[in-house]
């Protein structure tokens, strides 16, 4: 799927991190692996550092703790919100939809779109393909998307692929019509075949969660998990991210009429600093253009990883030209090719 938007542009956009900060090194002896292997992990990983969301606290609180800190800002009235996206795969509820929640909680005018993203690693890429769709389409003028998760609740502590990994967070994303923005060229894509690459196995329709799903078992790598955790083919996604995906960004650039340093930035999603290593390697582009700085200081907030880049640019002072990058969950990937405009930084506050 492919589209071109003309006339919209992200005017802000801001990160939310809960305060708590776990450490690799003080998770060590909760791993069934040797010290000296998880020491070497780390080292090839980029594991050091992620934020853990207390129990009670949702992606919706986090994001909410953002959305009124632009409002107090004045960066955003509640009253010319005219759609609200909910991109996260760890919602208030199974019914109804978050993004309904949130139209009460945020106090929200009657005619406000609200619509619920299912999605992860590329969920950002989704919901601004929709958001943009819906200024393109309507006579709205502004859209949200709050974009996250705590995942660290669905990810065994006792899992040593995954949960070093997790990072909990939220973001908030406005968008606004806007007559001289340039165009936002975007594509996505699926392969649905692999769905169970990156699966919660358990706890929906297909298998509702029982006492033998809750059950801890160990995999041949010698990680415990649930039927109702997070599992990962780490082999399967790393090639994944190494073939698939470096294949499809440069048709897409070459379709641009671009190349990789043409680009100010490349914004990926933080799946761990090793992939965002090989990648600058494989498209010959150094740490500045394509920082890992939100999966090294974070952790991997799914969603959330591509517009927490936005939000944390240090560079505020022009325009810049970016390469957008989702992949993951689904399988999906895709990619925007956009212009964001200065001052639109808000940065990552603490919750």
């Known amino acids: 799927m492919k589209a071109s938007f003309t006339g919209v542009s992200i005017a802000a956009c801001i990160g939310v991190v809960p305060r708590q900060i776990s450490y690799f090194d003080d998770e060590i002896e909760n791993y069934s692996h040797d010290k000296a292997s998880s020491i070497k992990l780390k080292e090839l990983m980029g594991y050091g550092e992620h934020r853990v969301a207390p129990a009670g606290v949702t992606t919706a609180d986090l994001a909410q703790t953002g959305f009124s800190h632009l409002i107090e800002r004045g960066t955003l009235k509640t009253d010319e919100i005219d759609a609200v996206y909910f991109v996260s795969q760890t919602p208030d509820y199974v019914i109804p939809p978050t993004s309904a929640a949130l139209h009460g909680r945020l106090g929200l005018q ?92 358990a706890g929906g329709a297909r298998r509702p969660s029982c006492a033998a799903t809750s059950q801890m078992e160990m995999d041949g790598e010698g990680n415990w998990r649930s039927q109702e955790q997070l599992r990962m083919n780490g082999r399967d996604v790393f090639a994944f991210t190494q073939t698939v995906v470096p294949q499809f960004l440069d048709a897409f650039i070459r379709d641009r009429g671009t190349t990789f340093s043409d680009y100010q930035r490349l914004y990926f999603h933080q799946a761990n600093a090793f992939i965002i290593d090989r990648l600058r390697k494989k498209f010959g582009v150094n740490e500045t253009a394509m920082p890992d700085r939100v999966v090294r200081r974070y952790g991997n907030s799914s969603s ?48």
């Open 304 to 351: 959330a990883t591509i517009p927490m880049l936005i939000a944390s640019e240090p560079d505020t002072s022009s325009s810049l030209h970016c390469l957008l990058s989702g992949f993951g969950v689904g399988l999906s990937w895709g990619a925007a090719d956009i212009v964001l405009k200065p001052c639109i930084s808000m940065g990552v506050i603490e919750q």
């Open 110 to 201: 009657a005619g406000a779109y609200c619509a619920d993203i299912n999605e992860g690693c590329n969920g950002f890429i989704k919901g601004l393909f929709e958001a943009c769709a819906f200024l393109s389409a309507t006579d709205a003028h502004c859209a949200v998307i709050l974009a996250g998760d705590v995942l660290s609740q669905r990810v065994s502590s006792r899992d040593r692929n995954s949960y070093p990994l997790i990072g909990d967070a939220a973001t908030v994303t406005v968008l606004r019509k806007d007559a001289a923005a340039s165009p936002i060229n975007i594509e996505i894509r699926h392969d649905g075949a692999g769905f169970d690459k990156l699966i919660i196995p």
